[in-house]
């Protein structure tokens, strides 16, 4: 058995790897690297490359992706077909093994055949490690684009949707994030002076400027692109939040863009919120007792969970830090070296 084992989550705008001695004898390391995959896509065999080294030699890897519904490919098929031969580039020497959304790995082959198995399964991996520490709670992972809400009951994952429509449709998957989600995409209208003011439907702001400005987070934490290409300082972000109503940091005081991202910020929360009661009213065991908060956003989910009523964990205590904010990657890694050690023992 290898004596380490490489844990990759391929989304559309960030790449996330894990580290972990096959023993699972210490926490992950986990490195993170933003990618516009739709705009670079090209290089992806070379960046996966690039951020290997840094763990050592590593002669099994497991994977999970969301990179395929990047607008660079026709098809989810074109998609996942790109990120495999992507790896076989970077890895000739590698045994790769996909993880699917039945929890089940697969080889580069199988997954040739049906591509659409191991489509946008990185949830389930999170879910499925999480239920070993927490039988009966909700998932709540905020990451920078999108939120997943996973139910688990018994020990088990109790998710209904498996595709990303499917989870749309019944609240599993909520299409906003921490950093990248547009203003414009959570509100139409914010407070402004003594009334209410259109924002403009324009990428002029987004996510990472809201939290920039009220502080959960720092200049570090904004990975993304800025929208006008300027700087992640509060006051850059501030003076985006301004331009959502045609205005800027000189016509505008800071109470104002208070007001603006507070709105901003409670209006996401809520939308979270309204995704969560969603998928509890179908639980049949009713509630779970608690929420496993995680991701980059993890603020977001504990300020959603607790709008509905439930107790917020966070996914560090049972993933580790470094692992909670990677955590597909972290726990690809893991169940393929849980699935080493029983194959092989």
Same mark, same amino acid.
């Given at each position: 058995m290898a004596d380490t084992i490489l844990g990759w989550d391929v989304g559309g705008a960030n790449i996330? !790897? %894990?580290?972990?001695? %096959?023993?699972? /004898?210490?926490?992950?390391?986990?490195? #993170?690297?933003? *990618?516009?995959?739709?705009? #670079? *896509?090209?290089?992806?065999a070379s960046v996966l490359a690039s951020l290997a080294p840094a763990a050592g030699p590593a002669p099994i890897m497991a994977v999970t992706m969301t990179a395929e519904l990047a607008?660079? *490919? %026709?098809?989810?098929?074109?998609g996942v077909g790109f990120v495999i031969r992507a790896f076989e580039t970077a890895f000739p020497a590698s045994a790769l093994f996909i993880y699917g959304v039945d929890g089940r790995f697969r080889s580069s082959e199988q997954v040739?055949?049906?591509?659409?198995?191991?489509?946008a399964a990185n949830w389930m991996a999170t879910a499925t490690l999480v239920a070993r520490a927490a039988p009966s709670a909700l998932v709540i992972d905020v990451g920078s684009t999108t939120t997943d809400i996973i139910p688990i009951a018994n020990g088990r994952v109790a998710s209904v949707g498996f595709s990303d429509p499917a989870r749309l449709r019944v609240g599993e998957l909520v299409y906003t994030g921490c950093l990248r989600t547009p203003v414009s995409a959570i509100v139409r209208s914010v407070p402004l002076h003594d009334g209410r003011c259109r924002v403009a439907a324009e990428h002029f702001a987004?996510?990472?400027?809201?939290?920039?400005w009220l502080g959960p987070i720092a200049e570090a934490d904004y990975t993304c692109e800025t929208p006008d290409?300027?700087?992640? /300082? #509060?006051? #850059?972000?501030? %003076?985006?939040l301004a331009r959502m109503v045609c205005a800027d940091g000189e016509m505008l005081s800071t109470a104002d863009i208070t007001a603006i991202a507070d709105h901003v910020a409670r209006t996401q929360t809520r939308q979270i919120a309204h995704a969560?009661?969603?998928? !509890?009213?179908?639980l049949a065991a009713g509630p779970p007792p608690v929420a496993v908060v995680g991701g980059s956003g993890a603020f977001l989910a504990r300020a959603a969970a607790e709008t509905t009523g439930l107790a917020a964990h966070d996914l560090a205590e049972h993933l580790g830090a470094d692992a909670a904010r990677a955590a597909p990657a972290a726990a690809v890694a893991w169940l393929l070296a849980e699935l080493m050690m029983t194959t092989n023992g």
């Open positions: 996330k !790897m %894990a580290r972990l001695d %096959a023993d699972r /004898s210490r926490p992950p390391a986990v490195v #993170e690297r933003p *990618f516009p995959l739709w705009r #670079e *896509f090209d290089r992806l607008d660079c *490919f %026709a098809t989810k098929r074109d040739r055949h049906r591509p659409l198995d191991v489509a987004i996510t990472a400027d809201v939290y920039r290409g300027r700087g992640r /300082s #509060e006051t #850059e972000a501030g %003076a985006r969560i009661r969603q998928v !509890m009213r179908r």
